[in-house]
T-cell receptor
Framework: EPEVTQTPSHQVTQMGQEVILRCVPI?????FYWYRQILGQKVEFLVS????????KSEIFDDQFSVERPDGSNFTLKIRSTKLEDSAMYFC??????????????FGPGTRLTVL | SQQGEEDPQALSIQEGENATMNCSYK?????LQWYRQNSGRGLVHLIL?????REKHSGRLRVTLDTSKKSSSLLITASRAADTASYFC???????????FGPGTRLSVLP
């Protein structure tokens, strides 16, 4: 069964450094998402992406964050200057809407980002 | 903004017992989904129920949706130790945006 993949599984970085988290959504999906989950807390929506542009973003997704679909398969989340509070698990998700209705979002396994 | 809220926050049961988790939300939705997350791992989709559905089954899982009460329940029957995980409900609004997770219920199934 097709699945969403994410790399790396764990990223450790120094505060102020830039990180790029990578995701390969399911190949025929059209909508892409990033979420984060701070340890012990709930999953929070960051951004959704459709037709090569951001369709929705949350308050968390400030100017330090950017997303890109550089080619036909990858979907990336960049954090320009990481802060300690960016330490979290980051999940990518994708979906293919059917018959004009929303459908299941399929989640990747996550990338654990640790900012030191 | 809409928000899923699960209760209880934590649930501990014996293997073989049934586990029931509830989710409430605030605004109109297109669908509601339940996910499982093993400690420190990724999210696994369990079941999706649309706003025009009242009940769905998948194996040992039974999900109900009451849109008049803006609530859903997830029932796991004949629980196993491997069911130990956190369970999240997530709601999606009518525009396919605003996919919002609740804080989750931590289920512990004791052998």
């Amino acid at each position: 069964e097709p699945e969403v993949t994410q790399t790396p599984s764990h990223q450790v970085t120094q505060m102020g450094q830039e990180v790029i988290l990578r995701c390969v959504p399911i190949s025929n999906h059209l909508y892409f998402y990033w979420y984060r989950q701070i340890l012990g807390q709930k999953v929070e929506f960051l951004v959704s992406f459709y037709n090569n542009e951001i369709s929705e973003k949350s308050e968390i997704f400030d100017d330090q964050f950017s997303v890109e679909r550089p080619d036909g398969s990858n979907f990336t989340l960049k954090i320009r200057s990481t802060k300690l509070e960016d330490s979290a698990m980051y999940f990518c998700a994708s979906r293919y809407p059917t018959s004009g209705l929303t459908d299941t979002q399929y989640f990747g396994p996550g990338t654990r980002l640790t900012v030191l | 903004s809409q928000q899923g809220e699960e209760d209880p926050q934590a649930l501990s049961i014996q293997e073989g017992e049934n586990a029931t988790m509830n989710c409430s939300y605030k605004t109109s939705i297109n669908n509601l989904q339940w996910y499982r997350q093993n400690s420190g791992r990724g999210l696994v989709h369990l079941i999706l129920i649309r706003s025009n559905e009242r009940e769905k089954h998948s194996g040992r899982l039974r999900v109900t949706l009451d849109t008049s009460k803006k609530s859903s329940s997830l029932l796991i029957t004949a629980s196993r130790a491997a069911d130990t995980a956190s369970y999240f409900c997530a709601t999606e609004d009518n525009y396919g945006q605003n996919f919002v997770f609740g804080p989750g219920t931590r289920l512990s199934v004791l052998p």
